[in-house]
Every structure is written in structure tokens, then in C-alpha cells.
């Protein structure tokens, strides 16, 4: 039999989105992967090994080849880059952006901004092409802390639903990035491996076409009073 694909997996709300598209394509983990201290799990088919990680070690774990295929966010991918995978699919799932923001209503100083982050390659690609002098001040997280605490002007970080941002008396502004989680391949894995990935990705194209077609058409209903519970009062 045929070495199981490597899948490296970034762990937290990419994970979550995930599996349930895996399972859809077919893969799932030989146990239940919620509450569980393992890292790597076979699958029940036997098709693929999965393995789980911070978002930033998945390009590195593909670009060695240690990994055949990578699921992280267009964020890790535009922060840490890398030659050695081919980003194949946008999964349209873990939606968010990379944004900036300061306290609202704040004045900033003529001169140089400094940038509270943790995605300093995108933040200094981003005011780079602004033409704006920034000094980039890396942090790990909590970012939101930053503007408050007098250590930097502005934050760049991902929004998601604003609450983080409200909660702590600050306001978007700029939008850097568009994110959603994508699925890269190692090059040699690529041509190697060739029909066991398509055959993976084409099954995922699948899938997040249906997905999105149901999602469509909810939207749609939700729009038009359908399943809204609208006008069911009698
Ligand atoms: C992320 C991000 C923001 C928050 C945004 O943090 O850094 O803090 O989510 O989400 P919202 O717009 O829905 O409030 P995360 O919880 O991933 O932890 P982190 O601070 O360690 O990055």
C-alpha cells in the first residue's frame, strides 16, 4: 500500500473549519481529534496521516517536504512566504482581515508611526508601498493592548467580527488583507504524488462548492423572510 499523505494541519478555528470539509472529501482522523492531546492521527481510510501545528510551522513543515500538503491562513502564508509549495486552493473558510487600527479618534505624529504586530513582513510590506515611515514594534499577541498601554500609535492585527477592537476602545482602519484558509503543496509532492493530491483537491473543490452554493441560497432565503421565522405569528 501507498504511504499515507502527509497533511499538516493548523490548529485552533482553521482546524475546526476543516475537518468537516476532510470528512466531506472522505478523510477523517481514526479518533475523534476534540479533546485529545495527540498531534497525529492516521486516517480511517488510510489515505492520509494528519497532523496538527501552529499556524506559522505550517510553510516550513511543507516547504521541507516533511509535509505533503498544508491548510493554514493567507495571513501565515503572506507573513512567512517560502518557495518550496504551490498554494493550490482558497478553502473560503476562517474568513477574516488584516487590518489596522488606534484608539478611536486618535491623532497620530507627523513623523514616523510605530506598528504594534505580529505580522511584521506584512505591516512593513504594506507601509512600505504607503510611503509612510514606521518603526514596527513585534509583539505575540494581544496586540489591542499596545495603543493603550502608550508602547505604539497603531496596531495591525486580524479583525474578525470588531468585537476585540470595541471591547478595547479601538477603531479599524485601514484594510491590508483579505484572509481565508488556503491549501499549499509541496513542489515535489506535487509532481510525485500527483494523482493522490488532485484526486484530494479535486474531492475539497467539491466539497466548497456545495458548501458555498448552500450558503448562497440560505443567504438568499434569509434575505427573502425563509426560514427566518418571519410572518409564522398566524
Ligand atoms: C485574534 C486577533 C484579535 C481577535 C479578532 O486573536 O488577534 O485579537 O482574534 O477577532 P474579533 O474581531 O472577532 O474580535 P486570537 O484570539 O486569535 O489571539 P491572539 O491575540 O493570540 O492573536
Known amino acids: ?10 490548529r ?23 479533546g485529545s492531546r495527540r498531534l497525529v492521527f ?16 505550517v510553510p516550513t513543515y511543507v516547504t521541507y517536504g516533511a509535509a505533503d ?18 498554494e493550490r486552493m482558497d478553502l473560503g473558510i476562517a474568513r477574516c482581515q488584516i487590518m489596522s487600527a488606534a484608539p478611536v479618534g ?9 506598528i504594534a504586530t505580529k505580522f511584521v513582513n506584512i505591516a512593513k510590506r504594506y507601509y512600505a508601498e504607503q510611503g509612510r515611515q514606521v518603526d514596527i514594534i513585534r509583539l505575540s499577541g494581544a496586540m489591542e493592548i499596545a495603543p493603550l498601554m502608550g508602547l505604539a500609535d497603531l496596531i ?13 476602545g479601538l477603531e479599524a482602519l485601514d484594510t491590508i488583507a483579505q484572509i481565508s484558509s488556503r491549501v499549499i503543496v509541496n513542489r515535489a509532492s506535487l509532481k510525485m504524488r500527483f494523482a493522490e493530491v488532485e484526486t484530494l483537491l479535486d474531492s475539497l473543490r467539491a466539497v466548497v462548492k456545495t458548501r458555498a452554493g448552500m450558503d448562497s441560497r440560505a ?15 398566524g
Request: hydrophobic share 40%.
Open 1 to 10: 500500500m501507498t504511504e499515507p499523505l502527509t497533511i499538516a494541519l493548523n
Open 12 to 34: 485552533g478555528r482553521i482546524l475546526d473549519e476543516f475537518l468537516p470539509l476532510l470528512a466531506a472529501s472522505g478523510i477523517e482522523p481514526d479518533e475523534p481529534m476534540e
Open 42 to 57: 492516521d486516517s480511517k481510510c488510510g489515505r492520509a496521516r494528519l497532523v496538527i501545528m501552529r499556524g506559522a510551522d
Open 69 to 86: 500538503i498544508g491548510i493554514t491562513g493567507k495571513d501565515t502564508l503572506l507573513e512567512y512566504g517560502g518557495a518550496g509549495f504551490y
Open 106 to 114: 486618535a491623532a497620530f505624529p507627523e513623523g514616523r508611526l510605530r
Open 156 to 168: 495591525v492585527d486580524i479583525v474578525d467580527t470588531g468585537n476585540t477592537l470595541r471591547a478595547n
Open 219 to 233: 443567504d438568499m432565503d434569509s434575505r427573502s423572510g425563509m426560514n427566518s421565522g418571519a410572518g409564522t405569528d
